[in-house]
């Protein structure tokens, strides 16, 4: 048959599927000031990442990266759950359309963000020679 074109081949990142989840580097997750981070490693077949915080009562915070380390800013102190997810989205060449695929996430955490509340110190107790300070 003359006249009509064939389909590009499937570019070599192009893989059927879901991609699996990214494994988390452990000791990895870490909170700040206003910010939480994560890193993992690399998932073959995936072209970008999705790193989210969540928190109950908060909404989440994510963003789309194609590192393997992303760093969230965080406005809401206390502690937040990390999940990083692979997606093996891209754009298609040719007329072929190929869907994007998420994985499962992979869960770290909780991380602290915010300065901690300062300790409250109660009164002192003593006895002779002796003195005691508890704090909560």
Not at 17 to 28: D, R
Not at 78 to 107: D, E
Not at 110 to 129: K, N, R, S
């Amino acid at each position: 048959m003359t006249g009509h074109a064939l389909a590009a081949p499937c570019p070599l990142r192009c893989a059927a599927g879901t991609p699996a989840a990214p494994t988390v580097v452990p000791g990895s997750a870490q909170g700040g000031d206003s910010s939480a981070s994560l890193a993992w490693q690399a998932v073959p077949t995936a072209t970008s990442y999705t790193l989210t915080a969540k928190r109950s009562g908060s909404s989440d915070v994510s963003q789309q990266t194609t590192a393997l380390t992303d760093t969230l800013a965080i406005t809401q102190r206390g502690a937040w759950a990390l999940q990083v997810t692979a997606s093996n989205a891209y754009t298609p060449t040719g007329i072929i359309t190929h869907t994007a695929s998420t994985s499962a996430a992979s869960t770290a955490g909780p991380v602290t963000v915010g300065e901690p509340d300062a300790p409250v110190l109660l009164p002192p107790t003593g006895g002779i020679e002796q003195l005691s300070v508890t704090f909560t």
